[in-house]
């Protein structure tokens, strides 16, 4: 559920914090493919879009702060020539929107120019700032992407493309996947933990890489498979195919678990998972693991839909108590009971507490007769505040209704993400040191319950011990200062991590 809380303006609920794009083609112009790929990934990012391509003699470069649709006309498009490029779409977390963090990251070294996307968050990047600062480095910004950009361009001067990369795999550690340009080849990079998505998929006339494959649907492509955790992938600027290298191998994959439940389109494939699919299975182990037998259940539109279908459709099947449903017995009641005005994006500003109180008004409006006089089950993705779960259930109260059940489709959050999202401090965390039962009374539910990590596990065909679990377990698969982990991991040691010239 998106809500807000405290005293200065702030943005509701998670957000992701980027989409990163890459295409090489044979001849066509990139700008346009790209510009269609960042729309269909605008909802990684809504703070700043930014497109960078190469003709073969110089970089092209478009950054500005807004959508995609106000960040890019006709003429911007027009002058980002080149085959190949790469896009980005991002939503800073650190209180300031800075444009100087905006992206993709674009520099001219002696070994040649460099564009980055990034998606995700390194967690030594200080570390590697300070020792690139002492030999000289100047940076314009304090963000990690070009951190990763000023190592790579180091190692370029020294080395092949690939074992540069690899270099610089060796030395950050956090969670990334990257689109970069060096001059007009396209790569794509995955963290050796595979932590947050990308993709390859195949076009008429090339390739891209993105996070999501809704942004190669767009461009009626065809999804070719995951970068896979510690690859390279290389597209060959003919537009004829892609290049692999697997540059690390460990043995744990860390891919978030919330790119199912929430972050991603319901229409993209992620890791051989449609996210659609995935949020019913989910919705039908809640039902399996927490179901209330109700006269409603209705989902907050829309991130609870798919959850609540899937939990309605497993409760048409069996009761609450697991039993198989008689044959008279209908079961629960699927219903929209609550509209969402479409004009109220995931990121608007309430600037005022008065203002955030009625956020909830301002978002939802319930349909009186679908809750007056019903118990009802309201289903979501997730709490992580508390505020609008506990004015949804007012809400609902007022309307008439006679209990107000809340089932979460995910873990309780109970620890923040360093990762790359922007989720919100340990103390703004509802779930932060308390039981469900105290969430329940602070969000005064009639019940609640949330899914259990082995379900979404199970859902997603994993082990634990492949997923990030960090923000509901509070143990992180990276070496984070001052935080536990689930897995036996350290930071490179980025002063003498240099591997061997033949390695
Ligand atoms: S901490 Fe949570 S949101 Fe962050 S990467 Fe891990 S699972 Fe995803």
Redesign the pocket.
């Known amino acids: 559920m998106t809500d807000g809380r405290g005293e200065t303006p702030r943005r509701t609920g998670m957000t992701e914090k980027c989409g990163v794009v890459g295409v090489s083609l044979d001849g066509r112009n990139a700008a346009r493919p790209l510009y269609y790929a960042l729309y269909a990934l605008q909802h990684r990012g809504q703070e700043s879009a930014g497109i960078v391509t190469h003709d073969g003699f110089q970089q092209h470069s478009h950054v500005e702060m807004g959508l995609v649709g106000d960040a890019f006309g006709e003429d911007d498009l027009d002058t980002l020539n080149g085959a190949a490029g790469i896009g980005h779409v991002r939503y800073p977390t650190a209180g300031s929107v800075d444009s100087s963090c905006a992206q993709p990251f674009s520099v001219s070294f002696k070994s040649g120019s460099l564009g980055l996307s990034h998606n995700g968050n390194l967690v030594n990047a200080d570390e590697i700032r300070d020792e690139l600062a002492a030999a000289g480095h100047a940076f314009t910004s304090d963000g990690d992407t070009e951190v990763i950009a000023h190592d790579l361009a180091r190692n370029l001067l020294e080395e092949d493309l690939v074992r540069a990369v690899k270099h610089t795999m060796g030395r950050i550690h956090g969670?990334y996947s990257l689109t970069i340009s060096h001059d007009d080849t396209i790569l794509g990079v995955r963290d050796p933990q595979g932590?947050r998505p990308l993709c390859i998929g195949e076009l008429e006339d090339g390739y891209i890489l993105a996070s999501e494959s809704a942004a190669i649907d767009t461009l009626d492509g065809e999804l070719v498979r995951d970068v896979r955790p510690g690859e390279l992938v290389v597209l060959q600027d003919d537009g004829e195919g892609f290049d692999s290298y697997q540059l690390v191998e460990q043995e744990n994959t860390a891919h978030?678990?919330?790119e199912h439940v929430y972050f991603a389109r319901p229409d993209s494939v992620i890791d051989d998972t449609l996210v659609y699919e995935a949020r019913r299975s989910l919705g039908r182990k809640l039902w399996e693991e927490s179901g209330v037998e109700t006269d409603v259940v209705m989902p907050v539109p829309d991130s609870g839909r798919a959850f609540a279908a899937g939990y309605a459709d497993a409760a048409s099947e069996t009761t609450a108590d697991g039993e198989s449903r008689a044959a008279d017995d209908d079961g629960v009641e699927f219903a929209e009971g609550l509209m969402k005005n479409r004009y109220v994006g995931r990121t608007f500003i309430m600037p005022t507490q008065d203002e955030r109180e009625r956020a909830v008004r301002l978002k939802l409006n319930p349909i009186k007769s679908t809750i007056e006089g019903k118990t009802v089950t309201v289903i979501d993705d997730s709490i992580v505040r508390g505020t609008t779960s506990t004015q949804l259930v007012q809400l609902l109260k007022d309307c008439g209704a006679e209990e107000v059940h809340v089932r979460i489709g995910a873990p309780a959050i109970v620890a923040p993400?360093?990762?790359?999202?922007d989720?919100a401090t340990r103390e703004e965390l509802i779930a932060a040191g308390r039981s469900t039962d105290e969430i329940r009374d602070a969000i005064d539910a009639d019940s609640l319950a949330y899914l259990s990590t082995d379900a979404v596990a199970d859902v997603l065909e994993e082990d634990r011990i492949d997923l990030?679990?960090?923000?509901?377990t509070g143990e992180?698969p990276y070496d984070i200062e001052g935080e536990e982990t689930d897995r036996d991991v350290s930071r490179p040691d980025v002063g003498g991590t240099r591997l061997p010239a033949d390695d």
């Open positions: 969670s932590n978030c678990f919330f993400c360093y990762m790359g999202i989720m990030c679990l960090g923000c509901v992180y």
